[in-house]
């Protein structure tokens, strides 16, 4: 595997299930980001974690919870959703270095649906 | 002040033709410039970048124009091709600041 892998590609939920979402970066990376694109909107940043740190939560509702077991590693854990969070969500990975700009590389994403 | 403004949504162009989308922002902070490149079931791709010290950068048939005092900056895609039908974004940052990501436009580039 190379780059950034994420996992299930597609996934369609009922309000009441849990479910987690996975990605792998397979490229050395100390920074990973999880985003959320919706239609018309712009990318929203959700989490960011530094190695293995987080360092930003961008006013995620309790509903969304990551975990960052490595630098390598990150999931999204997904409990009572509700049908406005369907959308692509997805796994970013770069090196983050204070005295450069870190280019981002991304997974393909996981389109979510909750009925 | 974090927002970046993206124009046109959509854009249809005929092959060989230049497509240019317009992006503009506020925060003086910002001093990173990148434009990324979505194909349908694909996360973004970073295709160039630019910071503030330049007007221009080229990579091939891609340009971005850059004007610091009106706070705007564009890409220019010369001789278009169907395979460069995908959504670009802008974006922006400032030192190791989060990316801002303006909405996007959706480029389709008719044979």
């Known amino acids: 595997e190379t780059g950034v892998t994420q996992t299930p590609r597609h996934l369609v939920m009922g309000m009441t299930n849990k479910k987690s979402l996975k990605c792998e970066q397979h490229?050395?990376?100390?920074?990973m980001y999880w985003y959320k694109q919706s239609a018309k909107k712009p990318l929203e940043l959700m989490f960011v974690?530094?190695?293995?740190?987080?360092?930003e939560n961008n006013s995620v509702p309790s509903r969304f919870s990551p975990e960052c077991p490595n630098s390598s590693h990150l999931f999204l854990h997904l409990h009572t959703l509700q049908p406005e969070d369907s959308a692509l969500y997805l796994c970013?990975?770069?090196?983050?270095?204070?005295?450069?700009?870190?280019?981002?590389?991304f997974g393909p994403g996981t389109r979510l649906t909750v009925l | 002040q974090q927002q970046v403004k993206q124009s046109p949504q959509s854009l249809i162009v005929q092959k060989g033709g230049i497509s240019i989308i317009n992006c503009a922002y506020e925060?003086?902070?910002?001093?990173?410039f990148p434009w990324y490149q979505q194909f349908p079931g694909k996360g973004p791709a970073l295709l160039i970048a630019?910071?503030?010290?330049?007007s221009e950068k080229k990579e091939g048939r891609f340009t971005i124009s850059f004007n610091k005092s009106a706070k705007q900056f564009s890409l220019h895609i010369m001789d278009s091709q169907p395979g460069d039908s995908a959504t670009y974004f802008c974006?922006?940052?400032?030192?190791?600041?989060?990316?801002?990501f303006g909405k996007g436009t959706k480029l389709t580039v008719n044979p």
């Open positions: 970013a990975s770069s090196h983050r270095d204070r005295s450069s700009y870190n280019e981002q590389f």
């Open positions: 490229l050395g990376h100390n920074a």
């Open positions: 974690y530094n190695f293995k740190e987080q360092t």
């Open positions: 925060n003086t902070a910002f001093d990173y």
């Open positions: 630019i910071r503030p010290d330049v």
């Open positions: 974006a922006a940052q400032g030192g190791s600041e989060k990316l801002v």
